[in-house]
């Protein structure tokens, strides 16, 4: 046998035992390849994840992967596209404009331009040849939990979601914390970068460092950051004014499909507290799922992914497949 035909199928192997060890056994592998779109005249960049066993003609129930704040498609999310695609699915994960690959206007963050572009790469998705434009869900992480309730909630087309550890309100989760004279400030400091924004086209920018409140997402950031140059960005400062009129709490109830709804204890980025809101005011059918002991950035890897993107999977095989 040829060396590198032996070495190829050992680390198949390797891999598949590996997968069977910690409870995901696939059900082959994934293929990857870069693909491209529009949105509102933005040309986004994503790459596209089928299995590699797909029968020739199949028609795939499909996972558009909605990424976090600020987010790129090479970080956190290429795990669980190729999880789904290995289980069957089409998956996408792409950037969202202004951000990693796309065009648009760099840092620009606003939650509804994100909603229209997942809109955008759904319509994407449904002209592809492997794709069954019936099928459709969405899942989210973070902010983009909170950009995939408010996308269902207007675009038909989504048949079945899952959101992990995400925010039922964007007020809540910047000025929660805040005393009153803090959040007047807050306030005041918003309105006024508003107001210079539309009278002197001069909006305000801030380093995303200077954004970030939390210990673990700055820690997150400085880290990754290094490793991945293109997530470094300056971001409007009116992003925590949209951010924080982010109500997808005031959404879930109409959404009148299935919601799987995950969170983890230890998250202090978006507190356990608000995925249960999130559930309680969800319709049925719906599941909330808790992860014990684990950070907000803990879920996207080792035993923690295996739970999140499992307990996903589930859900899309009952009610999209």
């Known amino acids: 046998m040829p060396k590198r035909l032996f070495l190829y199928l050992w680390t198949r192997s390797f891999f ?18 870069e693909v491209a779109f529009y949105s509102e005249g933005c040309k986004l960049i994503g790459d596209l994840y089928l299995p590699d066993n797909m029968a020739d003609g199949a028609k795939l129930p499909t996972i558009v992967l909605c990424h976090g704040f600020a987010g790129i498609r090479e970080i956190l999310l290429p795990a669980y596209a190729e999880f789904f695609a290995q289980n069957g699915f089409a998956a996408l994960v792409f950037d969202y404009r202004g951000f990693g690959d796309s065009q648009g206007e760099r ?9 229209v572009d997942i809109r955008n790469a759904l319509t994407f998705m449904e ?8 099928r459709m869900g969405l899942w989210g992480t973070s902010f983009g939990g909170a950009n995939a309730v408010h996308t269902a909630a207007i675009d038909k087309r989504v048949k079945c979601i899952t959101v992990q550890i995400t925010f039922a309100s964007g007020e809540r989760m910047v000025a929660g914390g805040m005393n009153a004279e ?3 400030k807050l306030m005041a400091t918003l309105q006024k970068a508003w107001q210079r924004a539309v009278t002197k086209n001069k909006p305000m920018a801030l380093n995303m460092d200077q954004i970030l409140t939390d210990a673990d997402s700055k820690a997150f950031y400085q880290k990754t950051v290094e490793l991945h140059p293109k997530l470094k960005t300056r971001l409007p400062l009116l992003t925590i004014k949209e951010s924080m009129e982010c109500r997808p709490e005031e959404r879930i109830g109409g959404l009148g499909i299935p919601v799987m709804i995950i969170g983890a ?8 507290q608000e995925s249960k809101i999130l559930y309680e005011k969800a319709a049925e059918p719906k599941e909330l799922f808790i992860i014990e002991n684990a950070r907000h950035y803990d879920v996207y890897e080792g035993e923690y992914f295996t739970l999140s993107a499992g307990k996903a999977l589930e859900w899309y095989e009952k009610y999209l497949c």
């Open 127 to 134: 002209t592809l040849p492997q794709v069954d434009p019936s």
């Open 182 to 184: 803090e959040r007047e």
């Open 107 to 115: 840092g620009r963050l606003a939650p509804a331009e994100q909603v």
């Open 16 to 33: 598949v035992m590996y997968l069977t060890f910690i409870n995901i056994i696939p059900r082959g592998f994934a293929m990857k390849q």
């Open 265 to 272: 204890t230890g998250d202090i980025v978006c507190p356990v």
